[in-house]
């Protein structure tokens, strides 16, 4: 069977896409063997290369055979509330499974690395005394510390006091955190472009090759946070009246967590501001009010222990350029980032791009990809996008909406899964 012209399109996009990755991966080790410093020893990833194929792969092999299988006509036949358990479900298990090849004490152990946020967590004694000295001891902080707002590490303290100092329990909860943002995208997906469309995107939630990324980085717990305020800012302004006031606040006040986690959050929020100008063009301006108060509770209860966000972005910023951004060219980065991207959404969702008329779905989709542009063009994201740009995966991956013949699903999903498990195989990460 011939491809039809939005088939061809999709085609086109991935190939594109492998071509721009050769491109960078080779691009970049020229720069290298030219000594310039990249800062990367597996350009365009911050990994090394590898070929190892340990016991515990066999095991996430049969899982992406049976997902490849099952997943696509299950996601089609089970009630909505079983798809989006589901969803949630291998999108926990999937993760574990590849980071778990190289040892399942590899889920918990990098956590606990002495440049990430753990020991600086355990060392606190005073949450308040913490965020009122952060920004004068920026410089002392670990790498990771320095370079997000006080509430990375404050997740962190909190989640070790809960789980009394295992960083097992750490690693655990942060998946779950992770793994929920699946649901939640196809809850904001259901609400804005109907159900119809969330069935075609659920194979696909959660099962992105940015899956080697997830189960052992705090980034995809901030995904967890951003995704919960996208899907709430969705219900917001479809529901009625009085629940989309309750949404909208949790919408805000997740966004407002959100940017206590990450800087890059401004930007990656991308899709909760597009819906924003979607509530004001369908003149369901009302949510954005509680949305707004919800918005400003945390930073303002930060600032009033003593963190002022724009003071510690300000500080962060200086710390990032006395580091190796300043020698990481920008020339080389714009291009490779969105190659890096693009691997870690997957072809389903590359094609998905070519491919997609709906303009509902765009109003998420557009929000990940303008949030992802935006965060390339400020040059304040200079390599790891991989970690780094987690947070728009979720949304951007709700492009495969796009592939609607039941066989062009299971292929697709089949080549996500085998982008992760070649990523697992050849690319060994810090995360």
Do not use: C
Request: aromatic share 10%.
């Amino acid at each position: 069977m011939a491809p039809s012209g939005a088939q061809r399109w999709g085609l086109v996009a991935v190939a594109v896409a492998v071509v721009a990755f050769v491109g960078v991966q080779q691009w970049g080790a020229h720069l290298l063997e030219q000594g310039v410093r990249l800062a990367l020893n597996a350009p365009p990833f911050l990994a090394r290369w590898r070929v190892e194929w340990p016991p515990g792969m066999w095991w996430a092999l049969t899982a992406a055979v049976v997902l490849a299988i099952v997943w696509v006509p299950l996601t089609e036949r089970l009630p909505w509330r079983a798809v989006l358990l589901g969803s949630g479900a291998v999108a926990l298990v999937w993760p574990a499974l590849l980071q778990g090849s190289d040892g399942w004490d590899s889920l918990y152990t990098i956590l606990a690395d002495p440049l990430a946020y753990l020991p600086t967590a355990q060392a606190i004694d005073s949450p308040a005394e913490f965020l009122r000295t952060y920004v004068d001891r920026l410089p002392d902080h670990p790498t990771h510390v320095k370079g997000h707002p006080p509430g990375a590490t404050l997740a962190h303290w909190l989640v070790d006091l809960v789980g009394g100092g295992r960083s097992d329990v750490l690693t655990a909860t942060f998946l779950v955190i992770a793994a929920s943002a699946a649901p939640a995208s196809l809850i904001a997906l259901d609400r804005v472009a109907g159900r119809d469309a969330a069935r075609r995107a659920a194979p696909f939630a959660g099962l992105a090759p940015a899956v080697i990324w997830i189960a052992t980085s705090p980034d995809a717990m901030f995904m967890g946070v951003i995704a919960w305020a996208v899907a709430l800012g969705a219900v917001a302004i479809t529901a009625p009246p009085r629940w989309g006031l309750v949404a909208g606040f949790g919408a805000g006040l997740l966004a407002g967590a959100a940017l206590s986690l990450s800087y890059g959050s401004m930007l990656l929020l991308g899709p909760l501001w597009a819906l924003a100008i979607l509530a004001g063009v369908s003149r369901r301006w009302q949510p954005l009010v509680p949305a707004a108060v919800g918005f400003a509770v945390i930073p303002l209860w930060f600032m009033a222990l003593g963190f002022d966000w724009f003071a510690g972005l300000a500080a962060t910023n200086e710390a990032y350029q006395a580091g190796v951004a300043p020698n990481r060219p920008a020339y080389y980065f714009l291009v490779s980032n969105l190659a890096v991207f693009a691997v870690t959404i997957g072809p389903a969702a590359v094609a998905g791009l070519a491919r997609l008329r709906d303009a509902r779905v765009w109003w998420l989709v557009g929000g990940g990809v303008a949030a992802v542009l935006s965060a390339n063009i400020s040059l304040l994201s200079k390599g790891e996008v991989e970690r780094i740009w987690l947070p728009a995966v979720p949304f951007v991956l709700l492009a495969v909406v796009a592939v609607e013949r039941r066989w062009e699903r299971h292929v697709w999903l089949a080549l996500q899964l085998a982008v992760a498990i070649a990523l697992q195989v050849y690319v060994a990460s810090p995360w």
